[in-house]
């Protein structure tokens, strides 16, 4: 997984870190997030949107 550093011009401490969702997501298209003993499904639809579900 790779990280997108930001530009100097935009580089600010309180900018959380950029990653790709073609990296999160893979070809299979869906990931499941934990979350505090909870778990969350991010998918990609066929309209190419990102949903995330619990």
């Known amino acids: 997984m790779t990280l997108h550093r930001p530009t ?5 401490l309180s900018e959380p870190p950029v ?4 990296e999160l997501l893979q ?5 499941l997030i934990e979350h505090r003993g909870e ?5 990609r639809t066929r309209q190419d949107k ?5």
């Open 8 to 12: 100097p011009a935009s580089t600010r």
């Open 19 to 22: 990653l790709s969702s073609d």
């Open 27 to 31: 070809e299979r298209g869906e990931i």
């Open 39 to 43: 778990r969350y499904r991010l998918r």
């Open 50 to 54: 990102l949903i995330l579900t619990k």
